[in-house]
């Protein structure tokens, strides 16, 4: 008999345990799937081309993030990461794949690019020393991937990782164009995650609602020959964490300790 369920943490593990063995992400069977996804390298899959999201592209070019310390989450072949890299970003990148962090490696040596890779859950980034704070969080591709539960995870992670007045950067499956749109509990019922979630811009607002919003949108189609990566069946959305009050005030609401006399 099993009476194990304690913490938190403990119905999480459980439920990641419906799962199995479909990729969400941090289980040793999602390793095995996305190594085997990851292996041939000559497939048709469309982000496994050598080229940056044009939604970055498009950040860095308005200034609306700047170099500084940034976490690439699920970095799969490291293509974002390279390009943070070579904007003067101190990046760290976290893939669930060994193989997916192997052909990044790769492609960091071929670009002269200084990033520090990590294999393994993106949840257990303390545990790795990549713990923060990260000025940007970038996500191209890992959170549409996670079963409903683990959103309290991903934001947990924000809000321990990500620094005052830093961004997010995501791009995930839109509504209408791509991935499932089964509501969170079928997911459950079936035990399956019908190989990624669906988001409207509503959901994603209300999922993110600490964060100020800054950019959502579609992403822009982009040609064979263009040198970024973009594929209109994802959003791109930008979000900013409030900056931290400044020394000595307290934040906005909160009221202040009486002094002692």
Not at 22 to 46: K, L, Q
């Amino acid at each position: 008999m099993d009476r194990n369920i304690r913490t938190v943490d403990d119905v999480l593990k459980l439920l990641d345990d419906l799962f199995a063995p479909e990729a969400d992400r941090w289980t040793t069977e999602a390793a095995a799937w996305w190594d085997d996804f990851y292996t041939n390298r000559s497939r048709p899959v469309p982000f496994f081309v050598a080229k940056p999201d044009e939604s970055l592209a498009s950040y860095l070019g308005r200034g609306l993030i700047a170099p500084g310390r940034a976490l690439d989450l699920g970095c799969g072949p490291g293509r974002n990461a390279v390009r943070l890299a070579s904007s003067g970003f101190q990046v760290d990148a976290v893939d669930l794949s060994p193989t997916a962090i192997g052909w990044a490696e790769e492609r960091a040596r071929e670009a002269g690019a200084d990033i520090r890779f990590h294999c393994g859950d993106a949840f257990a980034l303390t545990a790795a020393g990549l713990d923060g704070p990260y000025d940007l969080i970038y996500d191209s591709g890992c959170f549409h991937h996670l079963p409903p539960h683990r959103r309290i995870s991903y934001l947990a992670l924000l809000d321990r990782a990500l620094a005052p007045g830093g961004h997010l950067g995501l791009t995930c499956f839109a509504a209408g164009a791509m991935g499932s749109e089964l509501p969170d509990i079928d997911f459950y019922r079936q035990s399956r995650l019908h190989g990624g979630l669906a988001y409207t811009p509503e959901s994603l607002r209300r999922i993110f609602s600490e964060l100020t919003e800054v950019e959502l949108r579609r992403m822009h189609d982009e040609p064979p020959d263009s040198p970024y990566f973009g594929e209109p069946f994802l959003w791109t959305a930008l979000f900013r964490r409030s900056p931290a009050p400044p020394e000595g005030t307290t934040p906005a609401g909160a009221t202040a300790a009486p002094k002692r006399q």
